[in-house]
C-alpha cells in the first residue's frame, strides 16, 4: 500500500485493518488501481492483473503510461482527469472506455476516478474499472434480435399492429399500410376502431374490455376500412402484450386479408349447392309433375266440352291453382339455387325461412317415407342474418336428416326462442353418428358416404354460414339412435 | 282390358290426382274408390275386388312398386298401372317391374287422358 498510509500507524490493529482491506480489494469483482500524484501506480487489485494479464512487479512503481496503452490514456486524458481529482477533489464520473491492447481481448469498461482523501488532502486517486462487455454485447444483441423482429413484422404478409390498451395505434406495418392505403405516420396515435367497419363497434369494444381485463388471445372477423372508401374482409387475432411485471400494457393484432377465402367460399358454397340441388331433383320433379298433371287433366276435360258449368270452373280452379303451386315450387328452389353475391345482413323473419326451407325438403322427405314433425311458432322470430345464406344451412341439415333414414323414419324440426337466442332442432331418427365420427363431422371434405354419393361440404358449410351469424350449432347422436343439431342465433 | 262398369282402385296422396283420375273414369262409367296411402289401399282390398288400379310411385306410407308387388300377393289378376312423375318410362326400377309382371305399364305425369283410356281398353 502507499507509503503516507502505511507509515502511519503499525499498531497490531492497524495490521488488522491492513489485512482485511487488502481482502476487500482482492474480492472485489472490478479492476482497481490506486495513482500517486506522478501518475505512478501504487496499488493494483487481482482483477486488474487478472485482465490485462500483468504481475504486480511489472505493474506497482511503473507509470500509468507504461501499464495503459498510450490510446486510451490519450482518448481518456487520464493525466488531465487525474489531476484534478488530485487538486479539486471531486470525483470523475462514470465513463465507457474500449480497452484494446496487444494479446488481450477487447473489453469495455466503464471507469471512475475517486479521489482518496486523508485528513482533507488527497493521498491517492482511485481508478475504478468495471468490466462491462458482456452486458454491451448483450444489449447490442437485444437490439440485433429487435432489429430482426422488426423486419420479420415488416415483411410478413399479414397485418401487425400494436396499440396501446385505450386501442390507440404504437405501430403499423408495411403489410398494413400497403392494405389499407393508410401509413403509419397517418394513423399513429388515432384509435384502431376508427378504422375498422363500424358495424363491427360493439363487437370491438367486447373484445378491448376482455383484453383489458387480461383475457387472453381473442379472434375476431371485422372489415378494414382502406383509404379509397373500401372495405377488406380481415381475420384478426388480438394478444393483450404484457409488461415484465406481467401486467397488459398494450395490445398486438394480427390480420389476415380474407378477401380470397372468401372468393374461394363463395365459390364452394356454390358447388355445394348444387350439390343438394342434385340431391332434391328427384323430389322437385315429382312435386312440380303432380300439379302439372292436374292441370293438363283438368284442360283435357275443358276441350273436350260439354261440361256442367260447375264442373268447367272446378276444372278452370284446379289449373289456376296447379300453375300456382308448380310456380311456388320453382320460385324456392330458384331462391335456394341464386349464388349469394354480396352477403347482406338484414332483418329475417326465421319463422317464415325456416317454414320456406322446409317446403322444398319436404318433396324429398315424402317420396323417402319420412314422416314431417313440425313445430314452428305461429309469431315471428326475427335475427339478423344473410338471407341467402340461411336456407343452405337449414336445407343441408334436412336433407342429411332425411338421407340419414333411408328406410323411412320421423324427420322433427323445431323452432323456438329462450335467453335471447332462437334455437332450430333438427331431428332424425335415422342410424346415428358413430361416435368416432362426432369431432370430424363438421370438417369440410369428411364424410362417410360412398365415393359420389356425399361431397363431405354440408356440414362443414352449415358450420361455417352459423358462425357468420355469431350462432352456434351442436349435435346430440348416438348409433342408431338418431341425431339431433341444434342451431342457436342472437334474436334481434 | 277392363270393362266399363268394373270397379279401378286409385291410389294417389294428392287429392287433386284422384280428383281428375275419378271424373275421366267416372265419365267413361268405371266405378272408382280412391286411397290417399298404401293402407288405405290394403284395407279397401279387403273389402272390394278391383279390376284395376292406378299407383302413385311415392306415398306417404310405402313405396308405389312395393304397394304393386303386395297387390299382386293378394289379387294375382289386377292390372296395376303405375302414373308418376318420379320415374321415367325407361328407368330401370320401372323397366324390371314390368317385366317381372309387377306393373302392366307406366303413364308419366301430365299424362294425356286418352292414354289412361288406352291402357284400360287393352
Partial sequence: ?????????????????????????????????????????????????????????????????????????????????????????????????????????LRIYYYSILPFSWQGVVELAMLLMDDVTEQVRLGEEVRRVERHLASVVESAQDIVLSTDLEGRILTWNTAAEKLSGFTLHAVRGHNFFDFCADDDQGEMERVFTNLQAGKDAQMAEWDLKTRDGGRIPVSWIFSPMRDHLGEAAGIVAVGRDLTERRKFEAQLLQTQKLAALGVMAGGIAHEIRNPLAVCSSAAQFIMAGDLEPQFQRECAEKIHAGILRASMIIENLLRFARPTVAPDIKEINLTTLLAETLSLATNQARIAKIELQAQLPREPIFISGMEGLLPQAFMNLLLNAIKAMPDGGELGVALGQADGEAWVSISDTGQGIAPGDLNNIFDPFYTTAPVGQGTGLGLSICYSIIKQHFGTITVESGADQGSTFTVRLPIL | MTDPGELILIVDDEPDMCWALEHLLNKQGYVTRKALTALEALKLMERHRFACAFLDAKLPDMDGLELARRIRERAPDMRILMVSGYFYRDDLAIQEAIAQGVIIDFISKPFLQAEILRVLET
Avoid at chain 1, 89 to 96: A, C, D, I, P, S
Fill in chain 1, 1 to 105: 500500500m502507499g507509503e503516507s498510509i502505511a507509515s502511519l500507524n503499525n499498531s497490531p490493529e492497524s495490521q488488522r485493518y491492513q489485512q482485511l482491506y487488502d481482502m476487500l480489494l482482492e474480492a472485489i469483482p472490478s479492476s482497481v488501481l490506486f495513482i500517486d500524484r506522478d501518475l505512478r501506480i501504487v496499488s493494483a487489485n487481482r482483477n486488474f492483473l487478472g485482465k490485462n494479464r500483468r504481475t504486480l512487479p511489472d505493474t506497482i512503481g511503473h507509470r500509468l503510461e507504461e501499464v495503459f496503452p498510450a490510446i486510451i490514456i490519450d482518448q481518456m486524458d487520464f493525466p488531465g482527469r487525474i489531476r484534478q481529482v488530485f487538486e479539486k477533489n471531486f470525483r470523475v464520473k462514470g465513463e465507457r472506455m474500449t480497452y484494446r491492447a496487444p494479446g488481450i481481448p
